[in-house]
């Protein structure tokens, strides 16, 4: 194992590296709304919500591969015949699918069940990961963790909007976009032989963002810059995805999938807090403190399991 593995393989760098991505991500909730309301985009103009999206990831793709030309993965970055249909099939359902999926379901649920439903993509993947990797096994304390981390996300919610009523075109649509998200995390841990994380990461959001634009203008959508702050808004989201998408897909690299993907439940968490922070919401209530504590120790339950595996495996040698 070299120096760097070793790095990127220590649960506490891990931890600080994923809690940055989630915060990030997190910023993500009251930016798009942000950005709706700039754009003067109607919460059920679907199509105008997918070139917004398009407009956020194709860029936020360039940006991770110009990030990569001052690193020492630079000589990785060409896109090889070899590469082309791995990475595709990644933005297909990390970018392009997972968020079709989401704007088009969204707009039929609450916020609440919009957050409960995203924290299942955490637990996706880690059952998933144990279908796919035999290093990964699903175990008991890893399924306790992600149901004690999915009642902090319940709990967040309980006193919010109401969950409403089953529907198909919602919570169906929701959980399929979830769940398309935990099989990208797959598909990256997979796809990571001989091949760099910025590389992964940058065309995969450039082929998932232009589908998703392109799909947007034929259905009739469009963005339209009303001033400066249409562009900054644009630009941060982009900047933000590509740096969190970056870091994510470095993780997923160097480390079981279920390790990394449980930090996923703290995506509403942060994106409650900086909801509070940018558009004066309350966020200092029971339910929040009660429901960071149980997400946090879920967490740690996951992450507790595989370190213990990992330090039986060396004892083993």
Excluded at 22 to 49: C, H, N, Q, V
Excluded at 262 to 281: D, H, K, R, Y
Aim: net charge positive.
């Amino acid at each position: 194992m070299t120096a760097n593995n070793k790095l990127t393989q220590n649960l506490f760098f891990v931890a600080v590296i994923a809690v940055i991505c989630t915060m990030l991500w997190g910023t993500a909730f009251p930016g798009i709304k942000i950005g709706y309301e700039l754009f003067r985009i109607d919460s059920s103009d679907i199509p105008s919500k997918l070139v917004f999206a398009g407009g956020r990831f194709a860029p936020a793709g360039l940006i991770v591969l110009l990030i990569g030309l001052f690193t020492k993965d630079r000589k990785k970055l060409k896109l090889r015949k070899k590469d082309l249909v791995p990475v595709s099939i990644l933005g297909f359902f990390q970018t392009f699918l997972q968020y079709l999926l989401l704007y088009t379901g969204i707009v039929h649920i609450t916020g609440a069940k919009s957050s409960l439903l995203t924290s299942v993509a955490a637990f996706g993947s880690v059952i998933l990961s144990a279908l796919f990797f035999r290093n990964d096994q699903l175990t008991f304390q890893k399924v306790i963790g992600c149901i004690i981390g999915i009642t902090g996300i319940i709990v967040m919610n309980i006193n919010g909007s109401g969950m409403g009523g089953f529907s198909i075109e919602g919570d169906v649509l929701v959980i399929l976009s979830n769940l398309s998200g935990a099989i990208g995390n797959i598909i990256s841990k997979k796809i990571s032989d001989d091949r760099s994380p910025i590389q992964i990461s940058g065309y995969q959001l450039i082929f998932g963002g232009t589908a998703l634009t392109l799909l947007g203008l034929l259905s009739g959508g469009r963005l339209i810059f009303y001033d400066i702050n249409c562009v900054l808004i644009l630009m941060y989201l982009a900047a933000m995805a590509g740096i969190a998408f970056m870091l994510w897909t470095m993780l997923l690299f160097y480390n079981d999938v279920s390790r990394v993907a449980v930090f996923n439940l703290l995506i509403p968490v942060f994106g409650t807090i900086w909801s509070g922070i940018f558009l004066g919401e309350n966020i200092f209530t029971a339910e929040n403190m009660l429901s960071l504590l149980l997400v946090c120790s879920g967490i740690f339950l996951v992450n507790f399991t595989l370190k213990k595996k990992a330090d039986n495996i060396e004892q083993t040698k």
